[in-house]
C-alpha cells in the first residue's frame, strides 16, 4: 500500500486515502454507477452520499445488475462477491468506504456487454 501512496504522490499528482472522502452528490445508486463508468474517483464520493442516504442495498444491487451483464471472466464474479460477502460483515461506514474504493475494479455502465449476457439476450 505504501508504493502505492508513494506513486499517487508524486509530482502534481497527491490523493488522498479513502477515508479523506466525504459524502457529495446525491443519494442515488444508480447515478453512483454510471458516474463510476465514465470517472471512478468521481463516484466514490456520490456513493458514500447513498449509502448514507439510502443504506447499502441499493448499491449492491446495482453492483450485481452491472456484474450480471457486463462480467467478461471468473475474476470479476470472485471480486465483487468478496466484495459483498465482507460489506455484509463490515459496520456500514466501512462498508460504504470499501465500495466507494472498489468502485474502478467493477463492473459498470460503458463496459461491453459480457458474452454470457449476449447469449442470455439472443
Known amino acids: 500500500m505504501l508504493a502505492q501512496r508513494q506513486f499517487f504522490s508524486r509530482g502534481d499528482i497527491a490523493l488522498g486515502g479513502i477515508e479523506t472522502l466525504a459524502p457529495a452528490g446525491t443519494g442515488d445508486a444508480a447515478k453512483v454507477f454510471a458516474t463510476a463508468g465514465e470517472a471512478p474517483l468521481q463516484a466514490a464520493p456520490l456513493a458514500l452520499r447513498a449509502a448514507a442516504d439510502g443504506g447499502l442495498l441499493p448499491l449492491q444491487q446495482q453492483l450485481r445488475h452491472w456484474l450480471v451483464r457486463k462480467a467478461r471472466e471468473h475474476h470479476d464474479y470472485k471480486f ?3 466484495l459483498i460477502e465482507e460489506m455484509d460483515l463490515a459496520h456500514p461506514e466501512v462498508a460504504s468506504r ?3 474504493a472498489s468502485l474502478g475494479y467493477l463492473c459498470r455502465p460503458g463496459q461491453p456487454d459480457g458474452e454470457s449476457w449476449k447469449a442470455a439476450t439472443a
Open 98 to 100: 470499501m465500495l466507494a
Open 80 to 82: 465483487a462477491a468478496a
